[in-house]
């Protein structure tokens, strides 16, 4: 006969203990194995003990007194080495943890079926009735912390059965309160556990010894120390020491700086590095030197210097919000970022530069994966408010301010969603981006629900890194252009086709059609899925069955239906959007261009992911997963590598594809059963390449926003200057407006760059104090001339005339030749000599335009009269 060992830590329990122990021994007869129950008391003073002592003397009850050394998780170990069943039982003593619940724990583990089992208050059939939300909430971010190492639902229960050699082999010098966590964790990937739902009841007698500041924050660090970080109250509080020293030298050199009329952004660069070495200094010999053998050294600090050049450019956004968007001074604002390195700098110490060795690798993985993850999205939030809207969103916003359908070279998804956050939060850059991070958000969720499905929960957690880090998927969080919404309808669809083709469910169909069709409002590049879809289930047997149901023909008519509009659209316009995008791709002279092609590749996916995609397809070729990953990536890029053959491409038109192979690349990372030496080299190379991906980008941003030290803008970068070009056409505008008394059309003489660039920045300026309607129906591109300006030749028709629109025209144009001067005359107009606009960024010169101004007959009339 087994049995079973119930270990039950206490300090001062003597209101409970006694309903506690009854309870138990009268599921006696409901069982068929022996009960020894193990009273684990640390030093109680209200009778606890003696109470025990009176069961002990006729039931199988023992008391195990412990005076010193006092801790949950030292009298749970204490309780393990002690106790003689060959299953063990933790529970608590206050009566929240049902004893009935016993036998369902212990039967799994007597079955053999489980390692591990857990008393569970977050699955079905689990309950906390009569919590407060507070303690809900807390509870649900301790639990979503731990979750991120552990794949059960309730990895805070301190009610569990496990087998007595997991228990005994924990150290109970380094185990924190909570053992079922130390449990799962030494137990490793292998270990099964199975969660029994529970009904979680508060104490009625006794009152909680839990200290909730000093536990978590011990829980949190033993988490990271599981993980590999350095983390623990003594490095916590010499780190705080050190950085406010650091400060001081900080703030003294800023204030120095700006008093000396340093552009801000210069100032808090170089106060940065002036207290940088300091810090490393200070931190290595003293903040997490263990046992005084940490040394510097040139590769520690190396990682240092990168994690700082990190720490920087977050800071820098931190400043810029503060100082350029909500208007703070710049020492309170340097202040702010100051702080928000100091905690980049802890966590990025604790894991990179002084780092302990973690309990498995798995751990660490999942720890660097949600770092970068939460990295890449702090970083995004503080520059997307304060980082001018390149050309490609100043145009999108056009297209919202014109709300339709459809559009020449786009569907309108991206219209929807930015006319809806405008609407919300106004005409602002932020506004405008908000929802290119939703979208990624989106995305990443599909991608780490694909992963779970494929490959489980831990490689899931692996694929958030590359979610994160990789060029692609960062850009498209961060700028708001079709992509962003193309890729989360991308990787929704390919989630739905995944559990459609392995789980045989006719309803991830649905998920399929709804996805695929707002993936066409979108982009139409969607499309290409299909046909890999279809080769996926012509290759896979299992996948075959397909082809004779309704459900895969019946989401592609739902896809079509979500599409329609565009089709409407389309038909109304003479089908110039599906020939724009179509044959219109085909015309031109040949080019080859697959040299740029892969050029391109390695720039979204880095030289690293260009070898991570050729081990791809060097691994197994059997596995249906590894199958569907690269069928479903491999179409549409092979499709672009033909079309690069002959006609030219673009950067971001691959991006989307290698969604799907981004579950395959996680799992070779971590569970290659024969890892080879791409999978060798991988392994170590992916880290230090995502850490140059985001100081890349840290350093742009940076740039485009605060500049950098004796750094200068190149003269023929269109990316910088609008706002100062928008208010310094305004001035123009509103001058001839005063003396004419008519209002002025701009026209934006390229493409589509400073029509939109203007009448973004022109309506933004305007805020509250005019029409704010003025900048969008008064900046035209140049189509009046016989050039291409894409959608502005349906918001402008030529036909009209330009006297139908005014008889005042502002030209503005990158050079004199493009003002069309000669064309104006020709037709009457009256034009003035061409002028120089020299626009600054951070006060520095970042772009040269040319303007001219063109008056008609009865323009000049007026102006005369004035």
Request: hydrophobic share 50%; aromatic share 14%; glycine share 8%.
């Amino acid at each position: 006969m087994s049995k079973i060992s119930v270990i039950v830590p206490t300090i001062n329990e003597v209101g409970n203990i006694d309903n506690l122990l009854c309870r138990i021994f009268a599921l006696k007869d409901k069982i068929s194995y022996d009960l020894e129950i193990l009273v684990v008391d640390d030093g109680s003073t209200d009778g606890t003990r003696e109470h025990v002592l009176k069961w002990q003397e006729h039931r199988p009850v023992r008391l195990i007194a412990r005076d010193d050394d006092k801790g949950v998780a030292k009298s749970v170990i204490a309780g393990a080495r002690a106790a003689t069943g060959d299953i063990l039982v933790v529970m608590d003593a206050d009566l929240s943890h049902p004893p009935e619940a016993i036998p369902d724990l212990v039967k799994p583990l007597l079955e053999g079926t489980c390692d591990m089992t857990i008393a569970s208050r977050y699955i079905k059939g689990g309950s906390t009735p009569g919590w407060p939300f507070c303690r809900r909430l807390a509870s649900f971010i301790a639990t979503a912390i731990a979750r991120i190492f552990v794949d059960v639902c309730d990895p805070m229960s301190g009610f569990f059965a496990v087998r007595p050699q997991l228990l005994r082999s924990l150290d109970p010098e380094k185990a924190c309160f909570k053992v079922c966590m130390e449990a799962l964790i030494a137990g490793g990937p292998s270990l099964r556990v199975i969660e029994v739902p529970i009904t979680f009841k508060d104490r009625v007698s006794g009152y909680s010894k839990i200290n909730l500041i000093k536990m978590g924050w011990s829980y949190l660090c033993r988490l990271t120390a599981l993980a590999g970080g350095n983390m623990s109250a003594k490095s916590g509080i010499r780190f705080g020491i050190v950085g406010l020293l650091a400060m001081v030298l900080d703030l003294f050199v800023f204030s120095v700086l700006i008093a000396l009329k340093f552009p801000i952004g210069q100032s808090h660069v170089i106060s940065f590095f002036a207290s940088t070495v300091f810090n490393f200094t200070c931190n290595a010999r003293w903040s997490f030197a263990q046992d005084n053998t940490q040394r510097l050294s040139f590769a520690g600090f190396g990682r240092f210097l990168l994690l700082a050049l990190a720490s920087l450019f977050l800071r820098g956004g931190v400043l810029a919000t503060l100082n350029q968007l909500l208007g703070w001074p710049p020492l309170l604002a340097v202040i702010g970022g100051i702080f928000a390195a100091a905690v980049s700098n802890y966590v990025g110490n604790a894991f990179f530069v002084f780092p302990l060795k973690p309990k498995h690798k798995g751990l660490r993985w999942r720890a660097i994966s949600v770092i970068f993850l939460i990295y890449a999205i702090v970083l995004r939030l503080f520059y997307m408010g304060v980082m001018e809207l390149i050309y490609e969103e100043a145009y999108y916003w056009n297209y919202a301010q014109h709300l339709d359908i459809g559009y020449l070279d786009h569907p309108p998804m991206v219209a929807w969603i930015i006319a809806l956050f405008t609407s919300v939060f106004g005409n602002a850059e932020f506004a405008v981006r908000i929802g290119a991070l939703l979208s990624w958000a989106v995305m990443g969720t599909f991608v780490f629900a694909l992963t779970r499905k494929l490959y489980g929960r831990g490689i899931a957690f692996v694929s958030l890194f590359f979610v994160a880090g990789l060029p692609f998927f960062f850009g498209i969080g961060m700028l708001m252009t079709p992509d962003a919404p193309l890729a989360a309808c991308w990787a929704g669809t390919l989630y739905f086709l995944a559990k459609a083709f392995f789980d045989k469910r006719r309803s991830s169909w649905w998920g399929v059609g709804i996805c695929g069709g707002l993936g066409l409002l979108s982009k139409y590049t969607i499309v290409l899925l299909a046909p890999a879809s279809l080769l996926f289930t012509a290759i896979d047997p299992m996948s075959r069955q397909w082809l004779k149901k309704k459900e895969p023909y019946l989401a592609a008519i739902l896809a079509l239906l979500i599409f329609s509009p565009v089709i409407v659209w389309n038909a109304k316009h003479g089908w110039a959007s599906f020939v724009y995008q179509g044959s219109g791709r085909f015309n031109g002279s040949f080019r080859f261009y697959l040299p740029q092609f892969l050029g391109y590749v390695a720039a979204l996916l880095t030289p690293v992911g260009l070898v991570a995609v050729s081990g791809t397809f060097l691994g197994k070729k059997g596995d249906r997963r590894s199958r569907f990953c690269m069928i479903m990536a491999l179409f549409p890029s092979c499709f672009f590598l033909t079309f690069s053959l002959f006609r030219e491409v673009r950067l971001n038109w691959t991006g989307p594809a290698w969604i799907c192979l981004i579950p395959l690349i996680a799992y070779q990372i971590m569970e290659s059963d024969t890892p080879s030496r791409i999978i060798n080299f991988l392994r170590k190379a992916w880290i230090p390449t995502i850490v140059v991906v985001y100081l890349i980008f840290g350093a742009a941003l940076h740039y485009f926003v605060l500049g950098l030290p004796f750094a200068a803008y190149p003269r023929d970068l269109p990316l910088l200057g609008w706002s100062d070009l928008a208010r310094q056409v305004e001035a123009v505008e509103d001058e001839l407006e005063l003396s004419t008394g008519h209002e002025p059309l701009v026209l934006g003489m390229d493409k589509h760059k400073i029509a939109s660039e203007l009448s973004f920045y022109r309506t933004k300026l305007a805020g509250k104090s005019r029409d704010r309607g003025e900048g969008v129906r008064y900046t035209a591109g140049p189509n009046f001339f016989g050039h291409e300006s894409l959608m502005f030749k349906y918001w402008f028709p030529k036909d009209k005339g330009l006297r139908a629109y005014s008889d005042v025209i502002v030209l503005v144009g990158p050079d004199p030749k493009s003002l069309c001067l000669d064309e104006l005359v020709e037709d009457g107009w009256n034009v003035g000599s061409v002028k120089e606009l020299i626009v600054r960024k951070n006060g520095i010169p970042a772009g040269w335009y040319y303007y001219a101004i063109a008056r008609s007959a009865s323009a000049n009339f007026i102006g005369a009269l004035k």
